[in-house]
């Protein structure tokens, strides 16, 4: 009963596959090789973006880190949620790289409301070389809190930093679960809702390690190249991350395997809030819950064998009380008898 992260399922059989193929041969090192070269032609193909960039790193935090780094100078900032993954969990790489700031903003349930985003970037640098100029807008898709961005609000965003003249870079760690639940195309969740940059996650949905950037202006591309390198996150080895990504895409397994791990959260939900005292802190939208628990049943939970962490944004949580909050997470992996199994504990 693994629901600590998604990050904690496993590789995908496929996935395995076809690095096991990519290793029984010679082929191009540094990214020069026919796996590559497909893997770009297949993503610029699913984006509608003949004309985009694609660059594979090993890593999310490579990918939000670099993607920034390209998008914003040293001398501005990168709007975000004060709760997204680039400012709770990239002990500060965003930063490193880019050499910018964050500026944190509000939002209710994980997100920015357009109306946050346009007027953080109206009152930049009212004071003009005194002051950190803007930089980039940076939202998280699907939220840290679980939830996801829907079309119309994302069009917003991507209108106010259009308007305001900076780049909108979309962590897409978990983008494959928020296009299963918006049921869109890759384009509507990106460029064409003005996305610039997106870090396409695929390591939380199957894969090894592995994630794409995809650079919708190409005037970015000659930059992420040099930082990737100077990152050291341009593999030598680079065909065992497309192999990867080869196999994530190929007869929509991403969309699949995203579809799961929705279904197996929304089926968590469905039990664990008809019982006694629990209640969900935000919207299950994904893959992710956040609940409240009684702390009896709490316990009772990890007798039982269930593994989950408790809600960061809560902690440290005061043992006195009568009540938990923690994080759920589901994977393409969880089956439907270990959220059977850790319901049965829940209601007993």
Request: aromatic share 6%.
């Amino acid at each position: 009963m693994w629901f600590t992260s998604d990050n904690a399922g496993p590789a995908h059989p496929n996935v395995i596959r076809a690095m096991s193929r990519a290793a029984s041969s010679y082929s191009g090192s540094y990214g020069s090789d026919a796996l590559t070269e497909g893997v770009t032609a297949r993503i610029r193909e699913l984006f509608e973006a003949p004309e985009a960039s694609v660059y594979l790193v090993a890593t999310g935090t490579a990918a939000n880190a670099l993607s920034l780094a390209t998008l914003c100078p040293p001398w501005a900032t990168i709007y975000c949620h004060r709760q997204s993954h680039v400012v709770d969990d990239e002990c500060g790489a965003p930063e490193f790289y880019s050499n910018a700031r964050l500026t944190l903003l509000e939002g209710d349930n994980g997100k920015l409301a357009p109306d946050t985003v346009a007027e953080a970037l109206r009152r930049a640098a009212p004071q003009g070389v005194h002051n950190v100029q803007k930089g980039a807008v940076s939202i998280t898709q699907v939220s840290e809190r679980g939830t996801v961005y829907d079309l119309k609000t994302l069009r917003a965003i991507g209108a106010a930093a259009k308007a305001a003249g900076v780049p909108l870079h979309m962590d897409g760690a978990r983008f494959a679960n928020a296009l299963q639940a918006l049921d869109c195309t890759p384009a509507e969740m990106s460029w064409k809702a003005g996305v610039t940059a997106l870090s396409l996650g695929g390591t939380k949905n199957g894969l090894m390690a592995a994630e794409a950037v995809v650079l919708f202006d190409p005037a970015y591309a000659w930059e992420f190249e040099l930082r990737r390198k100077r990152g050291a996150q341009l593999l030598s080895k680079h065909r065992f991350l497309a192999a990867q990504m080869q196999a994530y895409l190929e007869d929509e397994l991403w969309r699949s395997l995203a579809e799961t791990a929705n279904a197996r959260a929304a089926q968590l939900a469905a039990g664990l809030l008809g019982v006694d005292g629990v209640t969900a802190l935000h919207p299950v939208e994904a893959n992710m819950l956040f609940l409240r628990l009684p702390r009896a049943l709490h316990g009772t939970l990890q007798a039982g064998g269930a593994k989950y962490g408790e809600d960061s944004a809560s902690m440290p949580s005061n043992p006195d009380s009568p009540t938990i909050d923690v994080r759920m997470v589901t994977n393409w992996a969880t089956t439907r008898d270990a959220i059977e199994q850790l319901l049965s504990i829940a209601q007993s």
